[in-house]
């Protein structure tokens, strides 16, 4: 019961993403080939949007849902950021999925999402394991 709000949010999220057709493989690839303004519109509007929370989170020490601090600190650059940057974006181009819609693909039933998601299990695990050696 005590997790009850957060499975009420997640569920929103998730319609959320499929009413505005974020989990669509189709519109993926159309942002990726330059086809259609629409993915970038909503992927700026959610960057706007954060801006305008961090800056509000900070301005009014605002808490979280449980009342406790939001603490928000700087993170240092790592040059690995630039290589899980590009693998992200190619396992994105390439199955038309990131870790979000993944589970709101398969909430709507498109059933490849199950491989999709056992394979970014399988890659968080691999990162798990070789972290330490990674740059």
């Not at 959320?16 to 080939?33: A, D, G, H, Y």
């Not at 959610?46 to 979280?64: E, P």
């Not at 909430?107 to 399988?122: E, F, K, Q």
Request: charged letters at 15%.
């Amino acid at each position: 019961m005590k997790n009850l709000k957060y499975l009420v949010l997640g569920t929103l999220f998730g319609i959320i993403l499929t009413k505005s057709e974020v989990v669509s493989w189709f519109r993926i690839q159309e942002m990726f080939r330059f086809q259609a303004f629409h993915m970038y519109g909503i992927i700026g509007s959610a960057v706007a949007v954060g801006l305008v929370a961090i800056q509000l989170i900070k301005r009014y020490r605002l808490k979280s849902i449980d009342g406790e601090a939001i603490k928000l600190t700087d993170k240092k650059f790592s040059p690995g950021v630039w290589i899980g940057g590009l693998l992200f974006g190619l396992g994105w181009a390439l199955t038309g999925a990131c870790p979000g819609p993944m589970f709101a693909q398969l909430g709507s039933g498109i059933p490849a999402a199950i491989v999709l998601i056992l394979a970014a299990l399988a890659g968080t695990w691999t990162y798990s394991a070789l972290r330490e050696r990674l740059p």
